[in-house]
């Protein structure tokens, strides 16, 4: 038995909705191409069609998507939880936190090598030894570049649970300012 094979336009015009409408719902998974071809098979798109607008109009669809959504909120869920267990293994941070961490980090290091100069101007001011004069200047370039080398996860949380701690203490005091 030989299939009926139709174009986009043909299609359309015997379901009666445009070739727009054809497209949007080829999109949407209906009306197969036959295989190799640019042609429908007449037969199974009406069938598929009929099938459609019964779903619609009992509402099937609407549950279809709903099932979807709320799949799709499972995994956004699951994808939060593994986020939140990595973040307790201490396998991640916030970036906002480590941003954080590092800029203070950064201007301790920076504050430090400042006071260098200072510190080892009255140290070295007598010294004529050049060899004595470049071990204290690298001693103290050492211990400044120490402080960059000690990174510590637990700092970072440290550093974060205090801000939280705080942030929750004025929530309360603002809290209690209004119930006056």
Same mark, same amino acid.
């Given at each position: 038995m030989?299939?009926l094979?139709?174009?986009q336009?043909?299609l359309?015009?015997?379901?009666?909705?445009?070739?727009?409408?054809?497209?949007?719902?080829?999109?949407?998974?209906?009306f197969?191409?036959?295989?190799?071809?640019?042609?429908?098979?007449? %037969?199974?798109?009406?069938?598929?069609?009929?099938?459609?607008?019964?779903?619609?109009?009992?509402g099937?669809?609407?549950?279809?998507?709903?099932?979807?959504?709320?799949a %799709?909120?499972?995994?956004?869920k699951?994808?939060?939880?593994?986020?939140?267990l990595?973040?307790?293994?201490?396998?991640l941070?916030?970036?906002?936190?480590?941003?954080?961490?590092?800029?203070?980090?950064?201007?301790?290091?920076?504050?430090?090598?400042?006071?260098?100069?200072a510190?080892?101007?009255?140290?070295?001011?007598g010294e004529?030894?050049?060899?004595?004069?470049?071990v204290?200047?690298?001693?103290?370039l050492?211990?400044a570049?120490?402080?960059?080398?000690?990174?510590?996860?637990?700092?970072?949380?440290?550093?974060?649970d205090?801000?939280?701690?705080?942030?929750?203490?004025?929530?309360?005091?603002s809290?209690?300012?209004?119930?006056?």
């Amino acid at each position: 038995m030989r299939r009926l094979e139709v174009s986009q336009k043909e299609l359309a015009q015997c379901l009666g909705i445009s070739t727009r409408q054809v497209r949007n719902l080829k999109s949407e998974g209906l009306f197969q191409l036959a295989l190799g071809e640019r042609k429908y098979h007449l %037969e199974e798109c009406v069938r598929e069609y009929i099938d459609f607008k019964i779903n619609a109009e009992m509402g099937r669809r609407a549950s279809i998507s709903k099932e979807q959504v709320q799949a %799709e909120h499972e995994e956004v869920k699951k994808q939060i939880s593994l986020l939140k267990l990595r973040k307790l293994r201490r396998e991640l941070h916030e970036a906002g936190d480590v941003e954080y961490f590092l800029s203070d980090m950064l201007i301790r290091f920076k504050n430090r090598l400042m006071s260098i100069p200072a510190k080892l101007a009255l140290v070295i001011a007598g010294e004529t030894d050049i060899n004595k004069l470049m071990v204290l200047i690298q001693n103290e370039l050492l211990d400044a570049l120490e402080e960059l080398s000690e990174y510590n996860a637990d700092e970072i949380d440290q550093q974060t649970d205090q801000d939280t701690y705080l942030d929750e203490e004025e929530l309360d005091e603002s809290e209690d300012e209004d119930e006056e």
